[in-house]
């Protein structure tokens, strides 16, 4: 960061405000791929796709897991409305990992186009729910 | 007059239903705290949310989309929010009665309800219940409301329906609240008042990424659900408000009733001495 130049930075959810901050940096997965958002960005609104999301800010690093919503880029700040979204000490490993084990055994025997779509939602969502905590409880 | 015993029994019965109303209201008004706490919590998701279909419906108004449209299905389908219990004075009869006293046909509505009390009024008046959710009034989350979103949005896709509504009780405080009709489907943005000068925001060309069309079929459910979620909220906080006074009313009646019922259970009482000494000093001088 040269100018070390900060941007706001809102992720709402409906029940609660997650994160508010000026942050350096946001890294966010949209249905199109990763993007990186830096202070002076064109504005743009996108579709969240589940993923990590990650706050840059005094040279460290946030992370959450974002797993729906969507994401407006304007001039003077970034909104997230987030369906969703918890910290790595938030999430239920067992319910996480029951909800893989349920997501993986609907794809198994699915029938039905809705439903294949909606396990695999929920698979993606409980893989990366056991991912991030997976990765905080070795740090801490 | 009344006997002494019946006075007393009807008092000491007024007394119990005085207890228990304010016992019920008491308990309302803690859970009306809670409620209005996540009322509170869902306000900000909710106002971006309307601010961010706003500017993307303004900004780019040449966009077709299946949902800004009425398509051809003359049904409607309504979400009525009520409670699963009574006892709350005219709370559940306010909402059907947007129905049963609105302008629209009984035949053309399709109920989707949530709330015991509405769902069996609207049935008992005829109206066709498509679905029940009222398990959903006890806590609402988040979930249930795309559950609910997602079936009226399945209707409106499959041209089941051609106008979702929304009907509940906006929770404005705890005295006042008020029941709406609301339509959610084809998305009626109502313009904000015209400044004078367009803000920064305005003036942006916004890029989407993918193309608005598809940026519009994920966002509008989004809307949707966030309406539907934001109602339900409302909607218990307003139920234990008007359960609160409902409850206020009936023990402020209860007093006013064992007030009046004292008053005469002394009469009848004063009465009864009364008559006893007259027979005694009667029968007295008729010995003499």
């Not at chain 2, 409902?246 to 008053?263: C, E, F, K």
């Amino acid at each position: 960061m040269a100018d070390n130049k900060l941007f706001r930075v809102q992720v709402v959810s409906p029940e609660r405000i997650f994160y508010e901050n000026d942050i350096e940096m946001l890294e966010v997965r949209t249905t199109e791929g990763e993007i990186g958002v830096l202070p002076g960005h064109i504005p743009l609104t996108s579709i969240i796709a589940p993923g990590v999301v990650r706050f840059k800010v005094n040279g460290e690093t946030k992370e959450a897991a974002l797993h729906d919503g969507f994401l407006e880029i304007l001039p003077d700040k970034v909104l997230v409305l987030a369906e969703s979204c918890e910290w790595p000490d938030e999430i239920d490993m067992n319910r996480a990992k029951e909800a893989k084990i349920r997501a993986e055994r609907r794809l198994k025997g699915a029938e039905g186009e809705i439903n294949v779509s909606r396990a695999e939602l929920a698979l993606r969502r409980a893989l990366l729910r056991l991912e991030l905590s997976e990765k905080y409880k070795i740090k801490h | 007059m009344a006997s002494m015993r019946e006075i007393k029994r009807r008092k000491e019965s007024i007394q119990n239903t005085g207890q228990i109303t304010a016992a019920m209201k008491v308990v309302s008004t803690a859970k009306l705290q809670k409620a209005k706490g996540r009322v509170e919590a869902s306000k900000p998701y909710f106002q971006h949310m309307y601010d961010a279909m706003y500017s993307i419906l303004a900004k780019s108004s040449n966009i077709s989309h299946p949902y800004l449209q009425k398509n051809s299905s003359k049904k409607k389908a309504v979400i009525v929010i009520t409670s699963n219990r009574g006892l709350a004075g005219g709370y559940n009869n306010n909402v059907v009665k947007l129905l049963t006293q609105g302008a629209h046909k009984k035949e053309d509505i399709l109920v989707y309800a949530v709330g015991r009390k509405g769902r069996d009024s609207l049935r008992r008046a005829g109206f066709e219940i498509k679905a029940d959710y009222s398990e959903v009034m006890n806590e609402p989350m988040f979930s249930d409301a795309i559950e609910i979103g997602r079936a009226v949005l399945d209707a409106f896709s499959n041209e089941e329906v051609g106008e979702i509504y929304l009907a509940y009780t906006v929770f404005k405080n705890t005295i006042t609240q008020i029941p709406t009709l609301m339509q959610l489907l084809p998305v009626a943005v109502t313009p904000k008042e015209e400044t004078e000068k367009p803000s920064i925001e305005d003036l942006v060309l916004m890029n989407y990424e993918p193309e608005p069309e598809e940026v519009l079929d994920q966002i509008i459910p989004k809307y949707v659900n966030s309406l539907i979620y934001g109602a339900l909220c409302e909607a218990v906080a307003s139920e234990n408000g008007a359960r609160m006074q409902a409850m206020d009313s009936a023990s402020n009646n209860a007093q006013d009733m064992i007030a009046d019922l004292s008053l005469k259970y002394n009469r009848a009482r004063q009465a009864s001495i009364t008559q006893e000494l007259t027979e005694i000093v009667a029968g007295a001088s008729a010995i003499e």
